[in-house]
């Protein structure tokens, strides 16, 4: 079965000791993320979002996750965690991260190589979900495992961590393998675009100028704090004197997955979830249907 299309899905074969328990992680973990539609739209955005919070332009002046200090990068894998969480609305185990369909379930993440899940003492034997992160990329990858010993190096660090060896991995059931989640924004544009967005001001003429200069591609909510630089950043994309009113007119529609997802799935955009898409119609269908939505003028 494909539930990805050629995005990695691998599950264990059935006669493999840890198929039962790990098939049910997988139906518990899509029917909490709202099934497997809605896993990939915010798939998309939910590496992009953590990083970009992490990464905090708006105070730092930072744009890239190779800025971060090295406790910073530690903190990520803390704030995949949290988000995920979140994200699934589940609650947090006795012992481990998450407790999805009745059984506690830890939560590793890495961003460097294809083993760098690092397993403390608590989750031997236990239920992992496995994140992994290739920001360069931007490709991202979704494993479960039960970290048996067997499938653990015997080497462990100061902290009594351990992590799965070479024939290890070969026992993770992947969901997903290499995902595309949204790129960093600023790894997408020129110098002189980043500077003509940053230019100005106010944060209503940089959003404007940004979702003009960069038409279909996906802003996370954080990277719009960021650029607008003010406590109430939203204002400054909505009608009623945000980047709307600039842009609206000149024929270039604002769109937000969570308002607007099934007009962007039908103007065939891809995006994830709470995420902003600039987008100029091309054709007088798709004008007459953004007029009809009142997207644009």
């Known amino acids: 079965m494909t539930l990805f299309g050629g995005s990695g899905h691998q599950p264990l074969p059935p006669n493999h000791p840890d198929f039962a328990d790990l098939s049910k992680l997988e139906t518990d973990l899509l029917a909490a993320a709202g099934g497997m539609e809605v896993f990939e739209e915010k798939l998309r955005s939910f590496f992009r979002s953590a990083i970009d919070e992490v990464i905090d332009t708006a105070r730092t002046g930072r744009f890239f996750l190779s800025e971060l200090e090295k406790t910073e990068k530690t903190y990520l894998g803390t704030k995949f965690e949290m988000l995920l969480r979140d994200w699934l609305q589940v609650p947090h185990g006795v012992t481990l991260d998450l407790l999805i369909g009745g059984e506690e379930v830890d939560v590793k993440s890495t961003t460097i190589g294809k083993s760098g899940w690092m397993i403390p003492r608590e989750a031997v034997d236990q239920l992992c979900i496995l994140l992994r992160v290739n920001e360069n990329k931007s490709h991202c990858a979704v494993g479960l495992v039960r970290a048996r010993t067997a499938y653990l190096r015997l080497g462990k660090n100061q902290d009594k961590k351990t992590s799965l060896s070479a024939a290890g991995t070969q026992n993770i059931w992947w969901v997903v393998q290499h995902f595309p989640y949204t790129p960093n924004f600023w790894t997408q544009i020129s110098p002189d675009t980043q500077q003509k967005i940053m230019a100005p001001r106010g944060g209503k003429i940089r959003?404007?100028?940004?979702?003009?200069?960069?038409?279909?591609?996906?802003?996370?909510?954080?990277?719009?704090?960021?650029?607008?630089?003010?406590?109430?950043?939203?204002?400054?994309?909505?009608?009623?004197?945000?980047?709307?009113?600039?842009?609206?007119?000149?024929?270039?529609?604002?769109?937000?997955?969570?308002?607007?997802?099934?007009?962007?799935?039908?103007?065939?955009?891809?995006?994830?979830?709470?995420?902003?898409v600039s987008y100029r119609p091309k054709n007088a269908g798709e004008a007459a249907l953004l007029r009809a939505k009142k997207h644009i003028d």
């Open 207 to 276: 959003l404007a100028t940004m979702f003009e200069s960069c038409l279909e591609t996906p802003v996370s909510r954080v990277l719009i704090a960021s650029i607008a630089a003010q406590d109430d950043f939203m204002k400054r994309i909505r009608r009623n004197g945000g980047a709307r009113d600039i842009l609206a007119p000149k024929g270039i529609a604002i769109l937000y997955a969570n308002n607007d997802r099934h007009l962007m799935k039908q103007l065939g955009m891809t995006f994830g979830s709470r995420e902003f």
